[in-house]
């Protein structure tokens, strides 16, 4: 099913954060061809101004991080250094040209000024693991500031700076997935520098799984906006949810009682896949407000379902 899976999401359109989600499922199932050649793509499309992977002048400022580490694992396994400046040029994009509010919370499209939760997993990791620790801790706290709901312990889809309000106020449940994979993967980059920020990122994980965990339906599934029964029943957010759940329970900083939750988010999604491997029931492109298909969505099951068998799920 893997490879169905994975031949399904490389037959679809894909924008800059979908090649990137795509190249990062290929380097954690072991792809090394797919890689590559998904990699190689995000160099030969990057602008000017450093964003990898430009599809048709695109305005997403924030997205194309998301090419930045497939980039540079492609660069080390080939011994090019060309991938490794591709990924730096990105990176000082987003260190000092990427439009942004005064404390460091990036504005997600050019010519606006609004703050995703999307952009937890699309940029401090990748500048936290480029050795920017302080920088990218920042980034992370300036979103959490503006979109962490204190009473719910979800995080708000979007906020308008200029405007200082919510632009789109709900619990989107890919929106919260994103969070979960940013404070995964911020954690590891904070784990291998050794920081001890790192328990503290894994406890705003912790909290984030939490609040989700009783909003996840009997079926395994959660709804599309999480606190909002009368929305679909979404796919991607339970990937995410598994995803993440499977690695920080193997990087020790969960323990395996969450796996039970992750094994039905997991099982649920499996039932949802047809024949050919396409993933039903996502928030699915182009604007993933109504039930379809999308690349991230099958880029999140690939990694999900590495994520699990690493751990002996059967």
Not at 268 to 296: C, H, I, K, Q, Y
Request: hydrophobic share 40%; aromatic share 8%.
């Amino acid at each position: 099913m893997i490879e169905k899976v994975k031949y399904a999401m490389l037959c679809m359109a894909r924008q800059c954060w979908e090649q990137g989600a795509a190249a990062q499922a290929m380097l954690e199932c072991g792809d090394v061809p797919a890689l590559l050649l998904l990699a190689r793509d995000c160099v030969v499309r990057q602008r000017a101004d450093g964003r990898l992977c430009d599809v048709e002048n695109t305005p997403a400022s924030v997205d194309p991080a998301c090419c930045v580490e497939p980039v540079l694992a492609a660069g080390r396994i080939l011994g090019d250094e060309s991938y490794a400046e591709a990924a730096r040029r990105n990176i000082d994009y987003l260190r000092h040209t990427a439009p942004r509010a005064e404390d460091g919370a990036l504005y997600h499209m050019l010519g606006d000024e609004e703050i995703w939760a999307d952009g937890l997993a699309m940029g401090p990791h990748v500048l936290m693991a480029a050795g920017y620790l302080d920088e990218g801790y920042r980034y992370y706290q300036a979103i959490r500031r503006r979109l962490l709901d204190p009473e719910t312990g979800l995080f708000r889809h979007k906020w308008h700076e200029g405007r200082q309000c919510f632009t789109r106020p709900c619990f989107w449940g890919v929106g919260n997935g994103w969070a979960l994979v940013g404070l995964m993967r911020m954690t590891k980059a904070l784990m291998d520098a050794g920081d001890p920020r790192a328990d503290a990122l894994a406890a705003d994980y912790r909290a984030l799984a939490d609040a989700m965990r009783p909003l996840q339906a009997e079926n395994g599934l959660f709804h599309d906006m999480l606190d909002d029964e009368h929305t679909f029943y979404e796919s991607e957010t339970a990937e995410m949810f598994a995803y993440t759940l499977y690695n920080m329970v193997s990087w020790k900083k969960l323990d395996a009682s969450y796996l039970a939750d992750a094994d039905r988010a997991r099982e649920a999604v499996n039932r949802r896949l047809t024949p050919d491997g396409l993933l039903t029931g996502s928030a699915g492109s182009p604007l993933f407000e109504t039930e379809g298909t999308s690349v991230e969505a099958q880029a999140h099951w690939i990694m999900m379902d590495t994520a699990a068998r690493a751990l002996g799920r059967p």
